[in-house]
């Protein structure tokens, strides 16, 4: 889609979505801002960039998660974009954009360019989904955790922060071992920081215990709720311990939360936990 097109487009849709009296100031009410991750939504971003922004500061999220469009093909309308932009489409919704996912391959391979649009973005924190590995041993894992120790090294000199984000899969077992905890010892704290998914609670793993474990070692979370048998509920209305979750989070130096949910879920999640933290 043609770059002009695509922010005229977005403008329309913006206008569109809502108007609201005092709209840029609607975030100055909440003492502790919260986020959201744009890969749930991922179709409506794409449609409407700025309308879908302006649609969810509208339920109560000060800032965003993006992932990088030229590295997601759902994404890729995106990469016509400036990220200068679209960082001014999300401030014009009264939001910031401090996080977005960029995969192993693309640090490795476009560092240059993924750097390019971290800046453009204004960025402060760089956090890879994974680490691309088959992961059929430990020490795969292992290898993986020192490659990313190095593409962190460089980031660091860019002025960015390096997370790494974990999915289902990093909390199984090979040969007695937690696939995680072998990450966590293999990257460099100093280096690499973690974004902690609380979705993991289904398999028995709670975010604040790690927390508690290796303070320091998280800079953010996504944030998802689920019932007993594995249902997805609106923040709140799950197993997790919230407000555990949240004291816990404050003390260990965790700084930014993004929903990750269905879009149902999102404006009662918003709502549970601005009645929670304010």
Not at 43 to 64: E, I, L, S
Not at 92 to 107: I, Q, V
Not at 250 to 257: A, C, H, I
Request: aromatic fraction near 12%; include cysteine; hydrophobic fraction near 40%.
């Amino acid at each position: 889609m043609d770059r002009r097109k695509f922010i005229g487009q977005s403008a329309m849709g913006a206008g569109a979505v809502l108007l609201l009296p005092g709209f840029l100031k609607a975030a100055a009410k909440y003492k502790h801002p919260i986020g959201f991750q744009t890969y749930p939504i991922r179709d409506m971003v794409v449609k409407d960039f700025a309308g879908t922004m302006k649609t969810m500061a509208a339920m109560g999220y000060q800032y965003t998660e993006m992932c990088y469009p030229a590295g997601y093909d759902d994404f890729k309308p995106l990469a016509a974009v400036k990220p200068a932009d679209l960082k001014r489409m999300i401030e014009d919704a009264g939001m910031t954009c401090p996080s977005c996912h960029f995969g192993m391959g693309n640090l490795k391979n476009n560092f240059s360019e993924c750097m390019e649009f971290a800046h453009g973005l204004g960025l402060t924190q760089i956090v890879t989904p994974g680490l691309e590995t088959p992961g059929k041993t430990i020490a795969d894992f292992q290898q993986a955790a020192g490659d990313l120790n190095k593409i962190a090294a460089q980031i660091k000199t860019e002025g960015m922060v390096t997370g790494l984000h974990n999915h289902e899969g990093e909390f199984k077992k090979i040969d007695g071992t937690l696939i995680y905890d072998a990450i966590l010892d293999a990257l460099d704290k100093k280096l690499v920081k973690m974004q902690f998914q609380t979705e993991v609670i289904k398999l028995g793993y709670k975010a604040s215990d790690y927390f508690r474990i290796y303070p320091g070692r998280f800079i953010s979370s996504h944030l998802s709720d689920w019932t007993a048998d594995g249902k997805q509920v609106p923040i709140g209305q799950g197993m997790i311990d919230w407000k555990e979750f949240f004291d816990t989070a404050k003390m260990t130096g965790v700084k930014n939360f993004f929903v990750e949910m269905n879009f149902d879920t999102y404006k009662a999640s918003a709502e549970y936990i601005h009645g929670l933290i304010g």
